[in-house]
């Protein structure tokens, strides 16, 4: 199999302190026929003028701009952009090691997807881990319902045609945290193999104050509007296979945001430290 123009999408929203350290990730890779697509999404720092260094210094790499419209519309833009047989998605304050796109290429096969580890920063431990195996897109939809397995876009290679239909990134515009994984539902309806690899191909460099950690999902509404969508995101196939599985995501959801309410009224009320 010759190499193929793979194309690595990175949203950009001011990140400048940790944007030169992910672009030298990309444009180092040990799969060199790349192309770079930054979506500027209204950034306010310096971010644009970093990526306009660096567009002038390596050919490979394409900017472009538009007004802020949230994460997934820069990825929408990204890809509708972008002329890879395959694309891989990077958040512009992580970074990928070396050989990543190398790894999650040569391990494609006959499959739709690929995904490789990913190497944590955080406090905690990472809690999907993978072996190396393929399966089919009914058990790739079933682990990710159970959050068996990393449900973000990162340290994954797409086929081009699973990410073309605007039913993948069309979302409200206030579903703001969660929508990575409710891309991944519907991509996971429509793929037929995934390959899963046990190397570690994607840096996620925790930081406290990022977008990642805003858990909107303390909020009663914000859930219901989350799971609405989310039901509709599955085909029929996934309603009738997996219906009480989905039903025990939401329950365990809503358990989560109830605990936390019980122990702000305690606190406030000073039973509880």
């Known amino acids: 199999m010759s190499d193929e123009l793979i194309s690595i999408v990175v949203p950009v929203y001011n990140t400048a302190p940790f944007l030169e350290d992910c672009i030298l990730s990309l444009v180092n890779q040990t799969y060199k026929n790349i192309e770079l697509v930054f979506v500027n999404d209204?950034?306010?720092?310096?971010?644009?003028?970093?990526?306009?260094?660096?567009e002038k210094?390596?050919?490979?790499?394409?900017v472009l701009?538009?007004?802020?419209?949230?994460?997934?519309q820069a990825r929408k833009t990204g890809v509708n952009f972008s002329k890879g047989k395959w694309i891989s998605f990077v958040d512009s304050?992580?970074?990928l090691f070396g050989n990543a796109i190398e790894l999650l290429y040569k391990n494609i096969s006959d499959c739709d997807i690929v995904i490789g580890q990913v190497k944590y920063t955080g406090i905690w431990p990472w809690p999907y881990v993978m072996k190396n195996e393929i399966i089919e897109s009914m058990c790739y939809l079933?682990?990710?319902l159970r959050d068996q397995i990393y449900s973000g876009p990162c340290a994954?290679?797409?086929k081009r045609e699973l990410l073309l239909p605007d039913f993948v990134f069309c979302f409200p515009r206030e579903i703001s945290h969660g929508e990575d994984t409710l891309m991944n539902y519907r991509i996971a309806c429509a793929c037929k193999k995934i390959a899963l690899i046990s190397d570690e191909v994607y840096l996620y460099i925790y930081r406290e104050k990022s977008a990642s950690f805003c858990n909107?999902?303390?909020?009663?509404?914000?859930c219901n509007q989350f799971d609405r969508i989310a039901w509709k995101s599955l085909n029929s196939e996934a309603k009738r296979k997996?219906?009480?599985?989905?039903l025990k995501t939401v329950y365990m959801r809503r358990s989560r945001w109830f605990r936390k309410k019980i122990v702000t009224l305690l606190r406030k009320m000073g039973m509880k430290k």
């Open 242 to 246: 997996f219906w009480r599985v989905f």
């Open 65 to 72: 701009s538009q007004k802020n419209g949230g994460v997934t």
């Open 156 to 158: 994954k290679l797409f």
């Open 93 to 95: 304050d992580d970074v």
């Open 216 to 222: 909107k999902f303390d909020s009663f509404f914000y």
């Open 57 to 62: 210094r390596d050919s490979r790499i394409k």
């Open 142 to 144: 079933e682990r990710l």
């Open 42 to 54: 209204g950034s306010t720092d310096n971010s644009p003028e970093i990526l306009s260094v660096w």
